[in-house]
């Protein structure tokens, strides 16, 4: 084979379109997400996540702890985002008693009623553009399609059921 030759396709056709099924599976259904987040709430998908980690905590969270937690957002966005959310009134930081360099973020009262409404517009979206489309077999084959790639990656959090 000369340099000018092109490789054969190691991927078979299904395996290289189930690849990029996923990831315009997971892209369009994040914009549709977002849009709504973003209309209904000014919040972005984004954001949300940061708020859906928070939520899932009765504690305040340590701010490296919860960027180590998200899927969709960088650690120095997760910090950008909480910034703007302190800034809006939503979150509050401050010093753990134990370590002062470590910074903890919780929800203010105001923040937490500002999730619980876009909460409720999340679950909406995620029943029209996901759930409501998918029947439980098409769940279940999903999610022992996450546990396949979880179990060969060893990264991400397990899917809450």
Request: glycine share 4%; hydrophobic share 40%.
């Amino acid at each position: 084979m000369t340099r000018s030759e092109t490789p054969p396709l190691e991927l078979s056709e299904p395996r290289f379109a189930g690849f990029f099924a996923l990831i315009y599976a997971h892209a369009a259904l994040t914009a549709r997400i977002d849009a709504l987040l973003t209309e209904r709430h000014q919040i972005t998908f984004s954001a949300f996540e940061v708020f859906c980690r928070l939520r899932e905590s009765e504690e305040p969270q340590a701010m490296r702890s919860l960027a180590r937690l998200l899927v969709s957002v960088s650690p120095t966005r997760a910090s950008r985002i909480v910034q703007e959310h302190i800034d809006a009134g939503h979150l509050a930081r401050a010093a753990d008693q134990t370590d002062g360099r470590i910074s903890l973020i919780s929800f203010t009262d105001a923040g937490r009623r500002y999730a619980d409404a876009a909460s409720r517009t999340f679950e909406q979206a995620i029943d029209q553009h996901f759930a409501g489309v998918l029947d439980e077999e098409d769940m279940n084959a999903l999610l022992r399609i996450w546990e396949k790639l979880r179990q060969t990656s060893n990264s991400g959090p397990p899917p809450r059921r």
